[in-house]
């Protein structure tokens, strides 16, 4: 997330800093830091800091 970067909010309990060391398998168990930020960009539709205004997709996206 661009927000827990700019927080730099770390990656919790692991020596693996790059996403490119990440193991794949480990990823279902991996806790994820969160904030009174979260969700924020995701309240409307999808992602994206603004949100939705509409609750249907655009015709040229459907």
Known sequence: ???????????????RKHIRDFVYEELDNRSIVTGQHCYGCTAGA???CGGAIQNTAPANLR
Not at 1 to 14: A, G, T
């Open 46 to 48: 999808g992602s994206g």
């Open 1 to 15: 997330c661009d927000f827990n970067q700019m927080l730099n909010l770390p990656v919790v309990n692991s020596e």
